[in-house]
């Protein structure tokens, strides 16, 4: 990884209002800048989904890619951070938070009302038919 920058993902779920999410990412954006003491860029899930869903061709492939992907020509993680706002998610957000979780990766639940993220151990099935929001964000204790 570039020592001079981190890569975040800021996983809002789909539905959300395009002016919260830039708002609330922009805040994650400045209270990682100053944890961290380097350069930070927050890409939100919407961005890369326009961006990049059609060239995987799947909601199984884009989520896998999101979490795991390597950039080119460098070869760098796409995304070193994940952070995600709500503590109820949807699918496609459960399977990149858990791939994240098990590439090691840090995952943290950041509610746009706090100053302090928390970081996320596991994320829990609870409804499988609700597809937006039928998982859940364990924290650690």
Avoid at 14 to 35: E, H, R, S, Y
Wanted: glycine content about 8%.
């Amino acid at each position: 990884m570039a020592e001079s920058e981190y890569r975040v993902f800021y996983a809002a779920g789909k539905g959300a209002n395009p002016v919260t999410v830039f708002a609330d990412a922009a805040a994650v954006k400045i209270g990682l800048t100053d944890t961290l003491g380097t350069k930070v860029t927050v890409i939100c899930a919407h961005e890369e989904w326009a961006h990049s869903f059609a060239t995987v061709g799947s909601w199984d492939g884009w989520t896998r890619d999101v979490a795991t992907g390597r950039r080119y020509p460098d070869y760098e993680p796409k995304y070193h951070i994940f952070v995600c706002p709500d503590a109820q998610i949807g699918k496609a957000t459960a399977q990149i938070l858990e791939l994240a979780i098990a590439e090691r990766k840090p995952v943290l639940y950041w509610p746009p009302s706090s100053m302090d993220p928390v970081k996320v151990v596991a994320v829990s099935e609870d409804d499988p038919q609700n597809y937006t929001g039928g998982w859940s964000l364990t924290p650690e204790s």
